[in-house]
């Protein structure tokens, strides 16, 4: 009985050490699709979920600019218009200083200025020169750029806001 009780406990911790080297990795994959418009950095990467403004003393903050286009199933003249808007004015706001004043942003799409109260109407023909092989190569390439609206000195904190950009298309026209 000895001899048996001693292989079964080997065979146990030998089991037991084996799953202690053992790991399992799991990534969680997500992705938000809208099969019509899209918009992306020029090599068709996402855009970043963050950038960071460059503080220069006495000057303010510096612009930050990425270039991107615009991806639309429907890319042909007449199909429509492409329409950007701001959804709400952005800006920083100091969430470590004392002075809580928020410093207001500006955005553009290359020279066109966004902003909460107008759309900015791209002409589909203008922004997809290439017509059918738009769908695959997607917009002109243009800077999508946020700056400080008014250049100037900061009060000293940590800085944060959200740029948020509404892109949509009209229905296609047949035009």
């Not at 048996?4 to 994959?29: C, E, F, N, R, W």
């Not at 612009?63 to 709400?88: Q, Y």
């Not at 922004?127 to 400080?148: E, M």
Request: no cysteine.
């Amino acid at each position: 009985m000895k001899y048996m009780i001693k292989p079964v406990i080997a065979a146990i911790l030998l089991a037991t050490a084996g799953s202690a080297l053992a790991i399992q990795k799991d990534i969680t994959v997500t992705a938000n699709v809208d099969p019509s418009i899209d918009m992306t950095q020029a090599d068709g990467s996402a855009l970043p979920n963050s950038v960071e403004m460059q503080y220069v003393p006495g000057s303010g903050l510096s612009p930050v600019s990425i270039m991107s286009k615009i991806w639309s199933n429907s890319t042909s003249s007449g199909d429509g218009d492409v329409h950007m808007k701001l959804i709400a004015e952005p800006q920083l706001v100091n969430s470590t200083g004392a002075d809580a004043t928020p410093v207001p942003l500006s955005v553009a799409w290359g020279s066109d200025v966004l902003s909460t109260s107008k759309d900015l109407a791209l002409k589909t023909g203008d922004i997809f020169p290439n017509g059918a092989d738009a769908a695959t190569t997607g917009s002109v390439s243009r800077a999508l750029k946020i700056s400080q609206t008014t250049k100037g000195a900061l009060p000293a904190g940590s800085y944060q806001g959200v740029v948020s950009i509404y892109l949509f298309q009209d229905a296609a026209t047949g035009g």
